[in-house]
């Protein structure tokens, strides 16, 4: 309970002829009284904020950069109208910076037995769960000298998604999809395809492709058609090592990878293969396996939701492992990590052969922008000496790629807005060449 601002400046009001007529403090008291006996009725009439029932019900997951509503219902058993200000806390990163006041605190009236309901509307600014934490219900009283004021639990939390932005390529890539799934006439030859079916042959088809059989029983002369193969197996292998906290642009590199890894997947699962997901750095923090087309993706995007950058390093040793347990017959093994020399040369190329001698393996990496920029910025010495260095940079990341490349590994370094697009035209030229 407490004065609220109207009382203190009545009570400063009412002091002031004491220093002039009154007797010292017995004047003062005299004075205050009828705002003692005022408070006292206004601090009886407030209803009680103990006796409250408070139960949210609303939104339970939201992708980040979107808005979730979580509406809060508060019942009022006793015989006193509740006249209050509630605050809904939520933590910091629930809300864009400069917007948590308005959004988090609500003027309510309740009458006697009945129930209201307040919606907070959050916009997180991170991924993973956010928990509610307390609600503040200060109860004022009809002249609102005097207020009571209590808090309660309410437990609620809301999922942060990663907000899958290279969605937006999805139409697109399953175009090409079904391009290459035969629905469009288009020759596609390879050890991973399957026989499709006859049609006539037109110039600029591949005339390896004739069946001369077909040919002998009619008088045009027949091609064959080709389907990729269906029910492959894809591993998604993202590494949450102390290389996937580095920061390109506004996010961790482990965003844009994410990002990336959404798209493969959506793509992967319209064309009938199974997808599974495995982030690893010293352990697994996090495993899919098994799922439907149906269920793959919202069960990949809800492990990925509270997946975080660990500073440590890589054990590339205990990723093959788990990989290969993961994978125990042949697959594409797509591995989102990062194309620095040292982790690499160190860690990934001595265990490649593990995995390659099995596997298909495809290594996507993020690249940073501001290193383009760098290598072409002139005008000063300064800019010379960070076009050196970005040059430099650039140079041993190609070396590296090319250091996988010829151990048979399908390398992917792009830029994150491109890194999404760039990895599911790889998948698809795999498909597409039989390799999978």
């Not at 006193?80 to 988090?104: I, K, N």
């Not at 769960?129 to 939390?157: E, I, N």
């Not at 999805?170 to 991973?192: C, F, H, M, N």
């Not at 293969?273 to 899919?288: E, G, N």
């Amino acid at each position: 309970m407490a004065f609220t601002g109207r009382a203190a400046l009545l009570a400063a009001l009412g002091s002031l002829p004491v220093g002039i007529w009154g007797p010292g403090w017995t004047g003062i008291l005299a004075v205050n009284a009828p705002l003692a006996v005022a408070c006292a009725c206004d601090f009886a009439l407030a209803a009680p904020v103990r006796r409250l029932g408070l139960t949210r019900s609303g939104d339970t997951s939201v992708r980040l950069g979107d808005t979730a509503d979580v509406t809060l219902t508060i019942s009022n058993p006793s015989r006193r109208p509740l006249r209050a200000r509630l605050r809904d806390a939520w933590p910091p990163s629930s809300w864009q910076p400069g917007t948590e006041v308005a959004a988090s605190r609500h003027r309510l009236t309740v009458p006697a037995g009945e129930r209201r309901r307040v919606t907070t509307r959050l916009r997180p600014t991170r991924r993973g769960d956010r928990h509610a934490d307390r609600v503040t219900v200060r109860s004022y009283g009809p002249l609102g000298l005097f207020a009571r004021q209590g808090t309660h639990q309410v437990p609620w939390t809301v999922r942060v998604l990663p907000p899958f932005t290279s969605r937006k390529h999805l139409p697109s890539k399953l175009a090409r999809l079904r391009e290459l799934d035969g629905r469009t006439s288009v020759l596609i030859r390879g050890q991973g395809t399957e026989f499709d079916s006859l049609r006539e042959y037109v110039p600029g088809d591949d005339t390896r492709s004739i069946d001369w059989r077909a040919t002998a029983r009619q008088t045009t002369v027949a091609v064959r058609t080709w389907r990729p193969e269906r029910d492959r197996h894809i591993l998604l292998v993202l590494d949450t090592g102390r290389t996937s906290a580095g920061r390109v642009g506004d996010a961790p590199r482990l965003d844009a990878s994410m990002d990336a890894a959404l798209l493969l997947a959506a793509l992967a699962a319209r064309a009938g293969d199974r997808v599974d997901l495995l982030a690893y750095d010293r352990r697994v923090r996090a495993l899919i396996q098994g799922r439907t087309a149906r269920d793959v993706l919202p069960s990949i995007v809800g492990a990925m939701a509270t997946l975080e950058p660990e500073l440590v390093e890589l054990d590339a040793r205990g990723l093959a492992s788990a990989a290969l347990r993961t994978a125990p017959r042949r697959s594409l093994i797509v591995l989102l990590t990062s194309l620095d020399a040292a982790p690499v040369e160190e860690g990934l190329l001595p265990v490649l052969s593990r995995l390659t001698q099995r596997h298909t393996l495809l290594v996507a990496s993020v690249a940073d922008p501001f290193v383009a920029r760098m290598a072409t910025a002139r005008g000063s010495t300064e800019a010379v000496y960070e076009a050196a260095a970005a040059a430099q940079a650039q140079s041993e990341r190609h070396r590296t790629a090319e250091q996988l490349r010829r151990h048979g590994v399908t390398v992917v370094d792009a830029a994150p807005d491109d890194l999404a697009p760039a990895l599911a035209d790889a998948y698809l030229a795999l498909k597409a060449a039989g390799r999978l």
